[in-house]
């Protein structure tokens, strides 16, 4: 299991060597031993610009439905789908996030090279129909057509033969069908936000404002981490 990631990280790290090289665009800016001025400057900035403000909540919102989820999907997948592996469940968070990488690819086509917000509100329209669709949906078994559950069981000696069972036999395609649409939606949110964040924030400075915005994107996973306490009645024991 560890060379799996020691595997992507080597593969993470060859591909990065392609990255072009851009130049500096503060060459001379020191490096500061009290980030607090900086910090409470930035803020200043934000809370009296309401495209940087509000783009940056945004964010931080979409940080804590995703936190939320990850800390979630497991539990509803071994409670309400039965699965029986911690890996099986984990396979929901998976497709979730092969749906936001999906949806992010989607949104930069369809942006044409501009930051296009109408994404925006249709992505938080079809995260909430993917969210409700994933609390509402039953399990409804499908028959599997006999030539397919034959050319998968030669083909990897039953591995993908038993995930087709999975979807299809016991009726799990439905709750994995809602996860991918909520991660195809989170996509399309997510990406303009992060262009419009980065064309409004001031020149010279916006790795300062782009840091900013995942420093309180990550309080949103804080906040989730607190939400998840007080539900499992620890915060207030």
């Not at 403000?53 to 497991?74: D, E, K, R, S």
């Not at 419009?196 to 906040?223: T, W, Y």
Request: proline residues 5%; positive net charge; hydrophobic residues 55%.
């Amino acid at each position: 299991g560890a060379l799996w990631f020691v595997g992507f990280a080597v593969v993470g790290t060859v591909v990065s060597m392609g990255v072009p090289l851009v130049a500096a665009a503060r060459p001379g800016l020191r490096l500061v031993r009290n980030p607090l001025p900086d910090l409470a400057e930035t803020m200043k900035v934000v809370l009296a610009d309401r495209t940087l403000l509000f783009t940056i909540l945004g964010n931080m919102h979409f940080y804590l439905l995703v936190a939320c989820l990850q800390i979630n999907l497991p539990d509803y997948a071994l409670q309400e789908l039965q699965l029986t592996s911690r890996a099986g469940a984990g396979s929901l968070a998976a497709t979730a996030t092969l749906g936001i990488g999906l949806g992010s690819v989607l949104a930069g086509r369809w942006s044409g090279g501009r930051v296009e917000l109408g994404l925006v509100p249709l992505g938080a329209l079809t995260m909430s129909v993917g969210l409700a669709g994933l609390a509402l949906v039953e399990v409804v078994p499908l028959p599997v057509p006999g030539g397919w559950a034959r050319w998968m069981a030669a083909a990897d000696g039953g591995m993908m033969q038993a995930a087709l069972d999975q979807l299809l036999v016991h009726g799990l395609w439905a709750p994995f069908a809602a996860c991918l649409v909520m991660g195809i939606a989170g996509g399309l949110y997510i990406v303009p936000l992060w262009a419009l964040l980065q064309q409004s924030a001031p020149a010279g400075q916006k790795g300062r404002f782009l840091a900013f915005g995942n420093m309180v994107g990550f309080l949103g996973i804080a906040l989730s981490a607190v939400w998840a306490l007080n539900r499992a009645g620890i915060c207030g024991a």
